[in-house]
Each structure stands twice: as structure tokens, then as C-alpha cells.
């Protein structure tokens, strides 16, 4: 288990030290999801929040923040999130939702390399304290996610199809205690499950 206040001041000091000015934010969910779900959904980063949003918080009390905010929100996954969760039967509040880095931002390649490495190092230190053996599978999203992930679980590619959308590809990686990975493309450019060609693979 991690310590929220610990990892809060963590956080605040990563703020700090690398110049991050948009907020953070780790879990899309409550933060007692911990330990409980079986099932993961882990993005890239927080990009803007929707008007009135507190900018700085590490959960969402509230509730899964995609299901929460559907009619507010300007994030292009929240669609995309929700019509995941009725393909894989789960329920949004049921889902560890988060992202690999916890800092806002606009676009990933607005960060520095310097930033994105220690967003992305906080967030090792995050999921590897959070993922524990009853989540099962882990959905990711982009390539620096996934990176992180695999290499925390020490899984390996087991298969890889073509989406459906051009010549991108989803990915399956499996570790030894049968924890499985799905790599999709991120959901805010690629709306898989708006598309017809994606629903098979």
C-alpha cells in the first residue's frame, strides 16, 4: 500500500523542482481503488481539466473522474473509456484509473526531456507500490505508458494484431503470475470502439 500524504508531498516537491505549472493529478478514481479492482486502465498524463476542477489532486473522490465528468469534460477519452468498459464488463467505479505520469499537460511534447523522465519516474514509483496480484489486466495506452508497465511487471509480448486502423498495431505482453497487458492506441487521437474495422481485433 502507498501513503497518500507521503506521495502527495512527493508530488508537490516533483512540482517544485522540475517546473510543472498546470497541476497534477494520479487516479481518476477514488483512491481506496486501490486494492480492490482487478482490472487497470493507465494513460499517459492529465491534459486540461474541465472548468472548476480542482487542478491539484492525486484522486477523484467522486467517483471514476470519465463518468463523472462525461458532460463537462474536454478530454477526448472519456467516450472512448466508457465504451471500453461495457466491451470488457466492467464498471467504470470498478476500474484502478490513472495515468503513467501524474503532471497536466497540454501535449506531451511540451515537456522537456528532463520533465517527462521525472513525471515518468514518479509514476514507477506509484504503480509499482499500487499494482498489486489481484489486478489482473492492465489496459495502457502509448508507448512510454506501456514501456513503464511491462517493464514493472517483467511481461512479455505474446501478440500482436493489427487494429483496424491503418497499420497501427495492439499489443498483448503476458508476465509470469498471468498478468496480462493490452496495449491499445491512445483513445484521444484513435477512437477505437467508434470505429467498425477496430471492434474485432
Not at 481506496?32 to 472548468?51: E, M, R, V
Not at 489482473?136 to 508507448?143: A, C, D, F, P, R
Request: with cysteine.
Amino acid at each position: 500500500m502507498i501513503n497518500k500524504n507521503e506521495f502527495e508531498k512527493t508530488v508537490y516537491e516533483y512540482e517544485k523542482k522540475f517546473n510543472f505549472s498546470y497541476g497534477f493529478k494520479i487516479l481518476y478514481c477514488p483512491w481506496n481503488t486501490i486494492g480492490k479492482a482487478d482490472t487497470a486502465f493507465i494513460s499517459l498524463n492529465p491534459g486540461k481539466p474541465p472548468q472548476s476542477a480542482d487542478i491539484k489532486t492525486l484522486s477523484d473522490e467522486r467517483g471514476n473522474s470519465y463518468e463523472v465528468e462525461k458532460y463537462i469534460t474536454k478530454s477526448p477519452i472519456t467516450e472512448q473509456f466508457l465504451e471500453l468498459t461495457k466491451f470488457i464488463k466492467r464498471k467504470p467505479e470498478n476500474i484502478l484509473t490513472g495515468v503513467a505520469c501524474p503532471f497536466r499537460g497540454d501535449r506531451w511534447r511540451d515537456f522537456s526531456l528532463e520533465q517527462k523522465q521525472a513525471g515518468l519516474d514518479l509514476g514507477k514509483t506509484f504503480w509499482s507500490k499500487v499494482l498489486d496480484k489481484k489486478v489482473k489486466l492492465i489496459i495502457t495506452l502509448g508507448n512510454e505508458t506501456t514501456e513503464l508497465i511491462t517493464n514493472l511487471k517483467s511481461a512479455n509480448l505474446e501478440l500482436e494484431i493489427n487494429s483496424g486502423w491503418g497499420n497501427y498495431k495492439i499489443r498483448r505482453y503476458r508476465n509470469y503470475e498471468n498478468i496480462e497487458i493490452i496495449q491499445l492506441l491512445h483513445l484521444s487521437t484513435f477512437k477505437l470502439f467508434s470505429r467498425t474495422n477496430c471492434r474485432k481485433p
